[in-house]
């Protein structure tokens, strides 16, 4: 030890600076940075360069430019006189919308099924045995495939319909029909109502929990809730004098041929490529979901249940207080990656004439072809949707992770 | 580690700049010893691969032509099957030396992308194909239609125009890939197919039951369809205009892949210079003289190429219409060998 210490206090009086493992680490990493950023600018400078002298336009103006192509689906008000922008935008917000109500059914089925598996009746557990591994194992553009052209031929055709739900919901080939909630002058107040409920209800469960930790009454802060969140909209929409009615699809059964069938823009409406993307994308990752629930619920030991049962706690409670709570530690972080996952394969839709991201960035790639920009476009968008539900979910696991006392 | 990977930093930016002020066209084709020519996906009579696996088609047979020119061997080309949205890039990029998949001549794409076309090799427009049963005969009774078709071709954006001008409603819905394009008309996701003429006749074929649909008869935009290379190297730019020219040529003066060697002895000038009998015109596109000669010889004139890939006796039976030669009333009209 002594021979050591006098070895490194030595050391640095003695040596010259290259030899100075400090300094010479530093010098490799100013070396490597310095490499990388002239690497990144010898390639931007060199594509620009590339550009000018094929004589291939380049810059942002092109995105003021009107499209002069149609949409099968827009969330927002679009036509073929709107700009490049605004379509790549429409493409955009279609992603965003195939990727949340995705998530949202590969969620529940995946949990569903992954509860399944560990079921104490052999044909559900089969069942679900069957389901994830048939699903799994099938490329996702098949399944894609599968569920445009296969569900296609079962559908009836454009002027025919099959109806349901009390005839306010309506299928054929052209896609799903329902009614559409028009809002008149004064429906605001209904919205108002709606977050009124909403914040009330956050903090009375605050309250609640409060009083249940000082005191350990407990309220029935389920019941409340819903009653709030459903009441006081409705009150509010009876007191402002109904300001909102629906409009149903208009099925049209003479005159034109092509005018029978559903009338464009008349009533609620998906499209059949959404709903084939939406049901491949949410049962393909559900199947994924549902064996990270299956291990995280299997990963919290079985002398849990044990110990709750012996504190006088019913299955019930268990569940929900014990086993998830610790089962979500190992369930949320495999999630999110499937969550990144699906927003991510839905850019597949492009082989069903989905119009998401890819597809009307495409069509607009190929009128203008400014690629590099557009590519740059799609990358930012689906690194931005990634890190940002990476950064919900991280937020939402640091919530659920265990706090260790 | 690091003072070995600086140089090489150093040296593979060096080697891209070169590259980027790079040897022209034809001497990387020579090099390499083939010609890579980008082609549609499956486009029955333009390209597409026979049951062999072999490339055939009248946009195939211009590839074949062109590396005829400059090897004296059709089979010098290898194909580059790309989709509407990745065929500009593709060229663009040096990933296929010409592009010949049955592309429309727009200003925007000749001025704006880089890109040059070498001219037309097939004059087309923009159709409309039904179910027959649907008792549509005009394309202004389609208001309220499904259109199918491609994404990123000038389709998308005639069928805008044409029903916006028309004030028709009406629903685009569009694919990546021709098949799919098909699959989803024949399962009744539209009502209407719409491409340029030639291709509804080509994939009217693939339907279920080709004989229930009907292309109807408006025309509602021009296609000039014909091959593309990069901006910037006039030399290669010759060689596909005048390979396409020399196809024409051969057609208008009679010359045939079959009797191309007893017109070598022939008297008519335009002829032996067409054939390097006479001058020397294969030097003036870096090319040997006998280049006209080994196209014919080896893919024929434009009729031959016509009539095997598109014409009457075959599936698609089209006939020449404004495709026919200037001097049969068509608009095929190529600049003389002189």
């Not at chain 1, 010259?16 to 070396?31: A, E, W």
């Not at chain 1, 919901?169 to 004064?186: A, C, D, M, R, S």
């Not at chain 1, 969550?339 to 597809?359: E, F, G, M, R």
């Not at chain 2, 029955?44 to 400059?70: E, H, I, K, Y």
């Amino acid at each position: 030890m002594a021979v050591m210490e006098q070895d490194s206090a030595q050391a640095p009086a003695r040596a010259s600076l290259v030899n100075d493992p400090k300094v010479r680490g530093l010098f490799y990493q100013v070396l490597l940075i310095g490499t990388l950023i002239f690497f990144g600018y010898f390639i931007v400078s060199n594509t620009i360069a590339n550009l000018e002298r094929q004589n291939i336009a380049s810059g942002w103006g092109f995105l003021d430019i009107s499209a002069g192509f149609g949409t099968s689906q827009a969330l927002v008000d679009y036509t073929e006189s709107s700009s490049y922008g605004r379509a790549i935008f429409v493409g955009f917000l279609n992603t965003l919308f195939v990727a949340v109500v995705g998530i949202f059914f590969a969620t529940i089925i995946g949990f569903i099924v992954g509860i399944a598996r560990l079921s104490n009746n052999w044909v559900v557990r089969q069942i679900s045995y069957w389901y994830v591994e048939l699903v799994r194992n099938v490329p996702l553009l098949l399944q894609i495939f599968f569920w445009y052209f296969a569900v296609l031929r079962a559908v009836p055709d454009k002027r025919d319909k099959w109806s349901f739900g009390f005839e306010n919901f309506h299928l054929n080939i052209t896609g799903l029909y329902g009614p559409k909630p028009v809002w008149e002058p004064g429906s605001a107040f209904i919205g108002y109502a709606l977050i009124i409920a909403i914040a009330a209800t956050f903090f009375i469960a605050k309250w609640a929990k409060k009083r249940q930790d000082a005191t350990g009454q407990q309220f029935p802060i389920f019941r409340t809730a819903l009653g709030l969140i459903i009441c006081l909209p409705v009150i509010t929409y009876l007191m402002t004098g109904m300001p909102m009615y629906l409009e149903h699809p208009n099925f049209v059964e003479e005159g034109p041929i092509l005018r029978r069938g559903f009338e464009l823009g008349v009533g609620a409406r998906l499209i059949p490529e959404f709903l084939a993307l939406t049901a491949a994308l949410a049962i393909y990752t559900a199947a994924f979901i549902a064996e990270i629930v299956r291990a995280g619920i299997q990963a919290v030991n079985h002398g849990q249940t044990e110990a709750a049962h012996a504190l006088g706690l019913r299955n019930s409670p268990t569940l929900r207080l014990v086993i998830i709570p610790q089962a979500m530690r190992v369930i949320i972080p495999p999630l999110t990656s499937q969550y990144l996952n699906l927003t991510k394969n839905s850019s597949l839709a492009v082989a069903i004439a989905y119009p998401d991201l890819v597809s009307m960035g495409g069509t607009v790639l190929n009128q203008t072809g400014q690629a590099i920009e557009i590519i740059a476009i799609w990358m930012a968008v689906y690194l931005s949707l990634s890190l940002i539900t990476s950064a919900f979910m991280n937020w939402y696991n640091q919530r659920m992770a265990l706090v260790e006392r | 580690m690091t003072n070995k990977f600086l140089p090489l930093v150093l040296g593979a930016a060096l080697g891209a700049t070169a590259t980027a002020a790079s040897a022209t066209t034809l001497e990387d084709i020579k090099g390499k010893g083939f010609i890579q020519c980008g082609v549609s996906q499956g486009l029955p009579g333009f390209s597409n691969p026979d049951a062999q696996g072999n490339w055939t088609g009248l946009d195939v047979d211009l590839c074949r032509a062109m590396a005829s020119a400059v090897f004296g061997d059709a089979e010098a080309v290898k194909f580059t099957p790309l989709s509407a949205k990745e065929r500009f890039t593709a060229l663009q990029s040096g990933e296929v030396d010409v592009l010949s998949r049955n592309t429309t001549w727009t200003m925007s794409r000749d001025t704006q992308l880089g890109l040059n076309f070498a001219g037309v090799n097939y004059y087309d427009g923009q159709g409309f194909m039904v179910r027959k049963d649907l008792g549509v005969t005009s394309a202004l009774e389609l208001s309220g239609a499904s259109v199918c078709t491609n994404t990123g071709t000038t389709t998308e954006l005639n069928v805008a125009d044409y029903f916006r001008a028309n004030n028709m409603p009406y629903e685009i819905v569009a694919f990546e890939k021709a098949d799919e394009v098909v699959a989803a008309y024949d399962a009744g996701r539209c009502d209407v197919y719409t491409t340029d003429a030639s291709g509804l006749y080509a994939q009217r074929l693939k339907l279920t039951n080709p004989g229930d649909h009907m292309v109807l008869p408006e025309i509602i935009s021009k296609e000039p369809l014909g091959p593309v290379v990069r901006q910037g190297d006039d030399e290669w730019f010759n060689i596909a205009k005048w390979t396409l020219n020399a196809m024409i040529n051969a057609e208008e003066l009679g010359v045939t892949s079959a009797n191309v060697d007893e017109m070598k002895g022939s008297d008519n000038p335009s002829i032996k210079r067409l054939l390097g009998v006479d001058g020397a015109f294969g030097e003036g596109i870096g090319l040997s003289n006998d280049w006209a000669y080994n196209i014919i010889k080896n893919v024929g004139n434009y009729e031959e190429s016509f009539n095997a890939n598109v014409g009457p006796d075959t599936p698609l039976g089209i006939s020449r219409g404004v495709n026919a030669l200037w001097s049969d009333g068509g608009f095929l009209y190529a600049a003389p060998v002189r």
